[in-house]
T-cell receptor, first 114, second 112 residues
């Protein structure tokens, strides 16, 4: 079975500082994808970043980057220069290349302090 | 622009009633999914479909059903609503191999 675990229910960061959200996963598949989604109070699910498991290079999208450790099955999200608009719940998700199913973690609520 | 829409956005229903939540996508995606979101559990997969006439059970499918008669729609039916089914429900669609999923705005369902 595929599982995703986010062990930090809540995190806080000072505006302009850097924060890292943790995610671990488990899968028996060799071909899969990993995602971070952001859910602001509006409830809309927004894709932040995507990583293909076969790529060794860590994905980066502007202030957002990941640390993908395939052997450790770890996929953390780093947010640099945090902004007030980054305050949201963040979900880590594991996608199967065979089935297309997305399995989500429990979520981490990020608070950004001015 | 292509989109995925859910209706209604909010619904209150009584225990024992049948409820149907609508999901319509114009992405022309074959894959469609229904999730429920509950505090402490993240999003849990209820049912999913790979195409017309195809439906599959997810990890929390008891008490729910879906049908896929065309590419665009995947309605979710609660056969006999229970208070444990009070939740926020999300519909999503994606291409098959690892592409991002596109989500609807969610439906907040309250069963009283």
């Amino acid at each position: 079975a595929q599982t995703v675990t986010q062990s930090q229910p809540e995190m806080s960061v000072q505006e302009a500082e850097t924060v890292t959200l943790s995610c671990t996963y488990d899968t028996s598949e060799s071909d899969y994808y990993l995602f971070w989604y952001k859910q602001p109070p509006s409830r809309q699910m927004i894709l932040v970043i995507r990583q293909e498991a076969y790529k060794q290079q860590n994905a980066t999208e502007n202030r957002f980057s990941v640390n993908f450790q395939k052997a450790a099955k770890s996929f953390s999200l780093k947010i640099s220069d945090s902004q007030l608009g980054d305050a949201a719940m963040y979900f880590c998700a594991l996608g199967s290349s065979n089935t297309g199913k997305l399995i989500f973690g429990q979520g981490t609520t990020l608070q950004v302090k001015p | 622009d292509a989109e995925i829409t859910q209706s209604p956005r909010h619904k209150i229903t009584e225990t024992g009633r049948q409820v149907t939540l609508a999901c319509h996508q114009t992405w022309n995606h074959n894959n469609m999914f229904w999730y429920r979101q509950d505090l402490g559990h993240g999003l849990r997969l209820i049912h999913y479909s790979y195409g017309v006439q195809d439906t599959n059970k997810g990890e929390v499918s008891d008490g729910y059903s879906v049908s896929r008669s065309n590419t665009e729609d995947l309605p979710l039916t609660l056969e006999s609503a229970a208070s444990s089914q009070t939740s926020v429900y999300f519909c999503a669609s994606s291409e098959l191999r690892g592409a991002e999923a596109f989500f609807g705005q969610g439906t907040r369902l309250t069963v009283v």
